[in-house]
């Protein structure tokens, strides 16, 4: 990584959206702010996260800088172009893969896709036939970038779709959850990917709501929360902002009455679910001292009759830096319901 001069400036973006409501009685107008005020710089040659809970505002943020959402305020420097009054230069200095699978036409083949949107670059015939060998090669999809995209497998339009963000070869690249459905496999494989990318030089935005997955690729994160960014750095920065022994995890079966006596401990700040499968229930509990509090834990899960599975102090992760800031976790929905018809730009 050779961090230099911000190659994006964001300046005050905010987007609203406004909808209509629908239900019995009068209709009325919802406002959602999908970003405040979010200002921030990406450097050149970074591997720049954002991560959030699902409505964070990810999207969002990414549909601004690619010219496909008009900020309703503030603006941006993309490449040295102006997201607003430049918007072409913009686009011919970005790739990207929002979406996923559905940027994509079904009937074409995988070969005939990348052939079209490298056209819609103006990219000659000659190059373009020359930058696809050379992406099917990398990304290896000889075995089915003949096949039309109907055929293929979840993972392989996911796949595609991250060729077809590469086609033009630009020197910034905004990847929207790229992995959301790839399987274990192939989703290292694009990090892999995305990391050579990065070393050749190029400057790649992450969307993720896997911290694991950030804090493995990304250089700096930013965590993003209801339109707002509430950290920004280095992950192990970040994650060095919560002292070490003040994270325990509980894993079993646990009563919300268990749940609520934890909280009132004296020494533990926050405990939230961070799983819930089965009647199993994964409680992330951050504290001042973990040796200290968990005799007191342990004595209340058994008064409270809870079947313990596993009980440890923990390593510090990024999950817990939003957890310290929110009090949630990040695997809870903070999306604003809005039917999509009724959603306005
Ligand atoms: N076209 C739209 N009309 C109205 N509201 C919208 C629209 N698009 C997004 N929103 C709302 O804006 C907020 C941010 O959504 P966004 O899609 O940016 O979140 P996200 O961080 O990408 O979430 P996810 O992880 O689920 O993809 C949410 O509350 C969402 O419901
Ligand atoms: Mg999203």
């Given at each position: 990584m050779t961090m230099s001069e911000p190659i994006i400036a964001i300046e005050n973006i905010s987007k609203t959206f406004t909808s209509k409501e629908?239900?019995?009685?009068?209709?009325?107008?919802?406002?959602?702010?999908?970003?405040?005020?979010?200002?921030?710089?990406?450097?050149?040659?970074e591997v720049f996260g954002l991560l959030g809970p699902n409505g964070a505002g990810k999207t969002t943020l990414i549909k601004c800088l690619t010219t496909l959402l008009l900020p309703t305020s503030g603006t941006a420097w993309i490449n040295g172009f102006n997201l607003q009054k430049e918007e072409n230069k913009v686009r011919a200095?970005?790739?990207?893969?929002?979406?996923?699978?559905?940027?994509?036409?079904?009937?074409?083949?995988?070969?005939?896709?990348?052939?079209?949107?490298?056209?819609?670059?103006?990219?000659?015939?000659?190059?373009?036939?020359?930058?696809?060998?050379?992406?099917?090669?990398?990304?290896?999809?000889?075995?089915?970038?003949?096949?039309?995209?109907?055929?293929?497998?979840?993972?392989?339009?996911?796949?595609?779709?991250?060729a077809k963000s590469l086609i033009n070869d630009a020197p910034i690249l905004f990847l929207d959850e790229p992995t959301v459905t790839m399987d274990v496999h192939a989703a290292r494989n694009l990090r892999s990917i995305v990391r050579s990318l990065n070393k050749e030089g190029h400057t790649i935005i992450y969307t993720t709501h896997l911290m694991a997955e950030a804090d493995e690729l990304c250089d700096r994160v930013a965590i993003i929360d209801r339109g707002e960014i509430i950290a920004l750095g280095p992950p192990s920065e970040l994650k060095s902002s919560i002292p070490q022994e003040s994270v325990v995890d509980v894993e079993g079966v646990i009563p919300e009455s268990a749940r609520n006596r934890i909280v009132e401990i004296p020494g533990i700040r926050t405990a939230v679910v961070k799983d819930e499968t089965n009647g199993k229930t994964m409680l992330g509990i951050i504290c001042d001292?973990?040796?200290?509090?968990?005799?007191?834990?342990?004595?209340?899960?058994?008064?409270?009759?809870?079947?313990?599975?596993?009980?440890?102090?923990?390593?510090?992760?990024?999950?817990?830096?939003?957890?310290?800031?929110?009090?949630?976790?990040?695997?809870i929905d903070t999306r604003e319901i809005v039917t999509p018809k009724d959603a306005g730009k």
């Open positions: 629908r239900g019995k009685g009068r209709k009325r107008k919802k406002k959602v702010e999908a970003l405040k005020d979010v200002s921030l710089e990406i450097f050149d040659g200095s970005i790739g990207c893969m929002l979406m996923g699978e559905r940027g994509l036409y079904w009937k074409l083949t995988g070969r005939e896709n990348l052939d079209y949107f490298g056209a819609l670059y103006y990219i000659p015939k000659n190059v373009r036939r020359e930058r696809i060998d050379y992406l099917v090669d990398l990304l290896e999809l000889s075995d089915f970038v003949d096949r039309t995209v109907e055929t293929y497998s979840s993972g392989q339009k996911m796949i595609l779709a991250f001292n973990s040796r200290r509090v968990l005799p007191k834990i342990i004595d209340v899960l058994v008064e409270e009759d809870a079947i313990i599975e596993y009980i440890s102090p923990q390593e510090v992760t990024l999950e817990d830096v939003f957890i310290a800031k929110t009090g949630r976790s990040l695997s």
